[in-house]
């Protein structure tokens, strides 16, 4: 029987003797802990202060007992905080905002995507930044930036690239947390259209929150449904992703074998959802879930910022920045000009 601890510690990617990942896990558990105290204490956005907290430990990611502890939970622990997502989606939520709105959703989410690859190619930059910044900005910020990371064949600029997009999206989302209220008011629309368009643009669901509850109870609570309708779209997302990299025999890091037809972060992501749908999770349960999710993203974060230098993130360059912006700006007006469309039907 002593090859079955064998074979699931292959399965979960854990080392031989799982004990040596004990040194970075906690490095990484702390530092999200540190995050989560000056986001609940000054206001700060709890993945912004991961990241920057997890840049200043990065000598411990280049050579030491940290460094097995630190890449298992920049990817391993990283799957498993997108998969718990699923506990928060049904299909009652979809019924909920009907068949106009989701429609909108889900095509600005794919437009998105697209005028992200249209972008990235016209300012020289790679494919595979544009699916991790279009797939951000489109469908939950920083966890989809991982999500869509963990599917991408690696190269030498994929833990730079991560990381900028992550901090990108946290940035402007904490901006647009602020701003997209007051552009909403400017452009005419009620509580319910606020909450819509709320819910369709900012990239983390915390901001999204914050904005929505600031306007009114209906606002905040139109957004958070929205925003949730955005995140069931990462599973497909990842899946049409990882279903492109197999046909193209692209696989993770220096294997040369073709990945999984669907990763099995995904079929979690779905599997969870599909029994949410069925009202088979008890609503503490996924309360429970989700903030697990939360805080193993997190702690996913800190290790990330800890494997990548300051230096490389640098070095992604000013058509990185332009890039992402212009995806957060298309995104919004997508969303604003579909909203008065729809404002002369109803």
Known sequence: MAFLPAFFTARLGLPASPGTLMPGLSVAVVIAIAARFLSDHYGVPAMLMALILGIAFHFLAEDGRCVAGI????????????????ARISVDLLIGLGGPVILLTIGAVIVTI???????????????????????????GASAAMAIAAVLPRNKHSESNLLFTVLGVTVLSTVAMVVYPLLAATAGLDELATGIFLG??????????????????????TATLV????????APVVLCISLVMRARGEADGNDTSRPPLIPGFVLAFLALATVNSFGAIPIVIADILADLSRNLLLV?????????????????????IVLIVAETVFLAAFILIGLKWLEQFS
């Open 71 to 86: 890449d298992f939970t920049a990817r391993t622990v990283l799957r498993f905080g997108v998969a718990l997502l699923g």
């Open 114 to 140: 697209l005028f992200g690859l249209l972008g990235a190619r016209l300012l020289g930059r790679g494919w595979r930044f544009a699916l991790l910044t279009g797939g951000s900005v489109a469908i939950c």
């Open 200 to 221: 369709s643009t900012i990239h983390d669901v915390a901001q999204v929150v914050g904005a929505g509850f600031s306007v009114s109870e209906v606002t905040g609570e």
């Open 227 to 234: 925003k949730l309708i955005r995140v069931t779209m990462l």
């Open 300 to 320: 996913a974060i800190a290790a990330v910022g800890m494997k990548t230098a300051l230096r490389t993130v640098l070095d992604v360059g000013g058509q990185a």
